[in-house]
C-alpha cells in the first residue's frame, strides 16, 4: 500500500482502490451474497414477502437432495467436465510442446494467430457452426462417407458427445496457453540434458517437461474444468435428446419457473461442489494454490 | 573405457553462415583436449556436433573409430557437461545424478549406491537428499560432473562449465576437474575462451578462430610457439610491431618497424611476401639504461608501473607514442623505475618471432 503511493501519488493510489474495491465489493461480493441471502429464503407470492412466511431454512437445499433426477445431472456435470479437461490437456500440451520447442520462432508469431482467429468470434456463433457440422446431414458427416472411413453417417449429436465436443473446442486454448507459457519457462538444456544422458522421449517428458510445467498444467485445469461445469452457451445449443448439464437446472429454475430462490441454492451447490473437487484433485496431482498464481 | 575422437574434415553450416570449417582433428582416448577461442569461433558447435544434437554438414565425426553420423544424442557414449549445468531441479541431488541409470533400467537401490559412491568421488559426501536449490555454485558444479560420470561416458564433453564461479573457485575446480579426469582416465574435451584454463588444465589445446583450428599442440608449445598471430594473441600478452621483413638469413631475419630495425625469428610459413607482425613477450623484454651492442633496443620512457608482487608490470612509451609493456619478475631486489624514466627496452632475436597475420585458411 505505502509502496503504491510512494510510486503513484496519493491521487492515482487512491483511484486505483476505489476502483478495485469497486469491482470487487460491488460488482463481484455484493450479487454473491444477495443471491446467497435468497437461497435460503421461500419461494413467495410477492406478498408475502417479509410476512411471516418468509424465514430462513436449508429447504431449497434439500430440494436438490431430494430430486435423484437432478443428483444424476450433477454428477454427469461434474464425469464429463472432467473427461473436458483431460481432453483439452491431450490436444494442448503436445501443441504447447511443439509451439514453445520445437516450432522455430519464426512461425510461432503466425501460428498464434491461427490459433486466436476463432476467437474473435462470438460462443454462440461458434457453437451453431458445431452444430452444423455435426449434424447427421452436415459436413463431417459427408467428408467422412466420402473419404470412406464411415460408411453409414454417425448421429454426432447423442449423448454428450457433442457437447464434450463444443466444449473442448470452447476452452481449449485456456488450456493451452498456460501449459505453454509452463513448458515455455523450461530452459531448453534440460531437455538437452535428459537426451544426452540416454533418455529416450517419452520418459524425458515423464520426468523433467511434465513435472515443471504441472503448475501450469493446473491453472490450465482449473480454468478449464469451472469453465465447462458452468458453461451453459454450448450445453444448450448442442444438447441432445438425453444430455442435461446442470447450469440448464439452474436456468429453469430462475428462469422458467421464476424461482430464484431455489435456483441460488443450486447455483452455490455447483460452485461448492466444484471448489472441493478442484482442492481434492489439486491434492492429489500435489499442487498448491501458489504453484498456480505464479 | 575411454575412446577417442576423430573429427575428419567436418564443417557446420548454418544457411549462409560456415560456424565450423574443415576441422581436423584427432582427440586421443583418455585425453585431456580442450578447444580454446573467443564467442562464436564455433567451439560449442563442435562440441554439439560430437555430443550429437547437430549433425556435420560435412565430413564425419568418429567416436572409437565408428563413425556417429545420424546417431542421436541418447544413443551415443558420450556425456555433456552444459555450460548452466542444466541440473534438474526438481529432483534432489541423488535422483539428478542416477538419472542416467534410471533410464536404463537400473533398479533404485543400485542407483543410491551409485550416485553416492559418486558423491564420494566429487569430494561432495552427504548431499544426496539435497535439493539443487540447496547447493552452491562449486557443489553444483560436481553434481553435474557426479550426474555425467554416472553414465559412465567414454567421451566427457564441458561446455565451458566453470564460467560461472568466482575466481577462487574456478582455480580450485580446475585442479579438481583435471584430478577427476585422471582418476577416471575418461577422454576429456574441454571448451573454452579462457587461456588460462586450456594451458593449466589440457594435454593438448585446439585453438580456433572463425569456425577453424588454428593450431593443435601442447599448451608449451602454443604459448612459446604460436603458429600464427592470431594465436599469439589470442594465448598471452604480446607487444606488436608492424613492419616488414627486410632481409632474411635462415631462420632469422631484419624486421623493418616503425620503431627500428629488429633481428627476430621466423614464424611457421613466414616468407617475404608474407604480411606479418612481430610479437614480442613482455617476459621476454627488459628495460636498460645502456643496451648491450648488438641487441634489439627501443628508447622509451616509463609511463606507469604496476607492482603485482611476484611479477612488476611496466607500462612504457616508444618515440611516436606507442605503448609497450614489460614484465620483469621480482626477485626482492628487482629494481621499480619511477614513471618519467628515460631507458631503453631490449630484448632478443630468439625471442622476438615473425608471425603471419593472416590466420590459417581451410586445407
Not at chain 1, 417479509?50 to 431454512?57: A, I, L, N, R, T
Not at chain 1, 453417417?153 to 454428450?160: E, H, L, N, Q, T
Not at chain 2, 546417431?71 to 541423488?94: C, G, Y
Request: some cysteine; proline content about 5%.
Amino acid at each position: 500500500m505505502n509502496d503504491l503511493v510512494r510510486r503513484y501519488g496519493a491521487g492515482l493510489a487512491g483511484t486505483f482502490i476505489v476502483l478495485t474495491a469497486f469491482w470487487l465489493l460491488v460488482l463481484v461480493i455484493l450479487p454473491y451474497l444477495y443471491l446467497f441471502e435468497n437461497s435460503f429464503r421461500p419461494y413467495l407470492p410477492v406478498v408475502d414477502i417479509g410476512g411471516p412466511k418468509d424465514v430462513y431454512s436449508l429447504n431449497n437445499y434439500l430440494t436438490f437432495f431430494e430430486s435423484s433426477i437432478h443428483l444424476r445431472v450433477f454428477t454427469l456435470t461434474i464425469v464429463y467436465s472432467s473427461v473436458v479437461t483431460v481432453l483439452c490437456f491431450a490436444i494442448a500440451y503436445p501443441l504447447a510442446y511443439y509451439l514453445s520447442k520445437v516450432a522455430s520462432s519464426a512461425v510461432v508469431p503466425t501460428l498464434f494467430l491461427l490459433l486466436l482467429i476463432p476467437l474473435w468470434v462470438s460462443e454462440i456463433l461458434r457453437s451453431f457452426a458445431w452444430f452444423i457440422i455435426l449434424a447427421l446431414k452436415g459436413p463431417l458427416n459427408f467428408g467422412l462417407l466420402g473419404l470412406g472411413i464411415i460408411d453409414q453417417p454417425v448421429r454426432w449429436m447423442s449423448g454428450f458427445r457433442s457437447i464434450i465436443i463444443g466444449l473442448v473446442y470452447t476452452y481449449v486454448l485456456f488450456m493451452l496457453f498456460p501449459v505453454y507459457n509452463a513448458v515455455q519457462s523450461l530452459d531448453t538444456n534440460q531437455i538437452e540434458a535428459a537426451e544426452d544422458l540416454g533418455s529416450p522421449w517419452w520418459r524425458t517428458h515423464w520426468r523433467v517437461i511434465l513435472p515443471h510445467a504441472k503448475p501450469g498444467i493446473a491453472s490450465g485445469a482449473v480454468t478449464v474444468f469451472m469453465l465447462s461445469a458452468g458453461s451453459i452457451l454450448v450445453p444448450t445449443l448442442l444438447a441432445s435428446t438425453t444430455s442435461r448439464w446442470f447450469t440448464e437446472i439452474i436456468q429453469q429454475w430462475m428462469f422458467e419457473s421464476q424461482d430464484w430462490n431455489t435456483g441460488s441454492a443450486y447455483a452455490f451447490l455447483l460452485m461448492l461442489a466444484c471448489t472441493i473437487f478442484v482442492t481434492v484433485v489439486m491434492r492429489l496431482f500435489r499442487v498448491r494454490l501458489s504453484d498456480i498464481a505464479k | 573405457m575411454s575412446a577417442g575422437v576423430e573429427l575428419a574434415n567436418v564443417c557446420a553450416d548454418f544457411g549462409k553462415f560456415r560456424a565450423v570449417d574443415h576441422v581436423n582433428v584427432t582427440v586421443k582416448a583418455g585425453e585431456f583436449f580442450s578447444f580454446l577461442g573467443p564467442s562464436g569461433c564455433g567451439k560449442t558447435t563442435i562440441l554439439r556436433m560430437v555430443s550429437g544434437f547437430i549433425d556435420p554438414s560435412e565430413g564425419e565425426i568418429l567416436i572409437g573409430g565408428q563413425s556417429v553420423r545420424g546417431v542421436r544424442p541418447n544413443k551415443r557414449p558420450t556425456a555433456l557437461i552444459f555450460q548452466n549445468l542444466a541440473l534438474f531441479p526438481l529432483m534432489p541431488v541423488w535422483e539428478n545424478i542416477s538419472f542416467g541409470l534410471e533410464v536404463r533400467g537400473v533398479d533404485k537401490k543400485a542407483r543410491r549406491a551409485k550416485a553416492e559412491e559418486l558423491l564420494k568421488l566429487v569430494d561432495l559426501p552427504g548431499a544426496a537428499d539435497k535439493a539443487i536449490s540447496q547447493l552452491s555454485g562449486g557443489q553444483k558444479q560436481r553434481v553435474a560432473i557426479a550426474r555425467a560420470l554416472a553414465v559412465e561416458p567414454k567421451v566427457m564433453l564441458l561446455d565451458e562449465p566453470l564460467s560461472a564461479l568466482d575466481l577462487k573457485l574456478r582455480q580450485h575446480m580446475r585442479a579438481e576437474l583435471r584430478a577427476i579426469q585422471k582418476r577416471t582416465n575418461v577422454t576429456f574435451i574441454y571448451i573454452t575462451h579462457d587461456q588460462g584454463e586450456a594451458l593449466a588444465m589440457s594435454d593438448r589445446v585446439g585453438v580456433m578462430s572463425q569456425g577453424k583450428l588454428q593450431q593443435v599442440a601442447t599448451p608449451q608449445e602454443i604459448y612459446n610457439h604460436p603458429a600464427n598471430g592470431f594465436v599469439a594473441s589470442f594465448v598471452g600478452e604480446n607487444n606488436v610491431f608492424p613492419g616488414q621483413i627486410e632481409s632474411m638469413n635462415g631462420a632469422t631475419a631484419v624486421f623493418r618497424t616503425g620503431a627500428g630495425a629488429f633481428r627476430a625469428s621466423l614464424g611457421p610459413g613466414v616468407t617475404r611476401t608474407t604480411a606479418a607482425k612481430l610479437y614480442v613477450r613482455p617476459e621476454q623484454t627488459r628495460l636498460v639504461d645502456t643496451p648491450p651492442a648488438g641487441t634489439n633496443s627501443i628508447p622509451v620512457e616509463v609511463a606507469d608501473v604496476a607492482f603485482e608482487g611476484n611479477f612488476i608490470n611496466i607500462q612504457v612509451r616508444n618515440g611516436d607514442g606507442r605503448p609497450l609493456v614489460i614484465e620483469a619478475r621480482n626477485d626482492g631486489s628487482t629494481r621499480v623505475p619511477p614513471p618519467g624514466s628515460k631507458l631503453n627496452m631490449v630484448f632478443d632475436a630468439e625471442h622476438a618471432v615473425i608471425l603471419a597475420d593472416e590466420t590459417r585458411s581451410a586445407a
